[in-house]
């Protein structure tokens, strides 16, 4: 292996797997990992979420679904969320789940229902009897927080605190080569069908519609 090479392979920010990192990785401390019903009772099973921080920094993150529906992984600043509550749900009036959506970067549509079973299993919110679908803030955002900044963190079996990244690694994709018309060229010339990346979503997406 040639000198040149060598340091194209031990380059800062290039993994043995093909992924792409900073050389300086922001990790989120994992507090609590905790499981959410989902708000449609019909579709059965429960969103698995965690709880972390990052200085005085708190995030969630959906992290697995019992369902076959797609979801987004990220991390999702608690501010964040609060700024898409409106002043009239912020006073007490019911909501939709879809008001979420735009703390999300990622567009899968099972996002806003299932980050809305979440705030509803921290007891932040909770389920509207007098409107079917809709929720209603508890209020506590504060007190909330600071009890995630106090929390001692979550224990890997080594004793060392959890961690995970706040932005992962970014992998080569298996789809390489992909066209524009959303197939894969094979070795033979043909190009065959690939399924878009949210397509699964709506199987599996909570009942919601615009908050008026």
Known sequence: MTKTKKQKDTAPGADTDGSTAPASVTM???????????????????????VGRIGKEVFLRLKE??????????????????????????????????????AFTGRSSTNPGFMCSVVRSENLAREDTEHR????????????????????????????????????????????????????????????????ADSADASDAETCAVNA
């Open 65 to 102: 679904n019992d369902g076959g529906g797609r979801f987004s992984r990220e991390w999702v600043p608690f501010e964040k969320l609060r700024t898409c509550f409106s002043p009239a749900a912020l006073k007490g009036a019911p909501f939709k789940a879809n008001v979420l959506s735009t």
């Open 133 to 196: 679908g809709m929720s209603l803030l508890n209020g506590g955002y504060d007190t909330w927080v600071q009890s995630v900044l106090d929390a001692d963190p979550e224990k890997n079996d080594d004793g060392t605190e959890k961690q995970e990244p706040l932005h992962p690694p970014v992998k080569e994709s298996p789809f390489k080569g992909l066209r524009k018309s959303g197939g894969v060229k094979r070795a033979d010339g043909v190009e065959t069908a690939s399924g878009d």
């Open 28 to 50: 989120v401390t994992i507090v609590r990992t905790a499981q959410a019903p989902k708000l449609n009772p019909a579709r059965g099973g429960a969103i698995t979420y965690q």
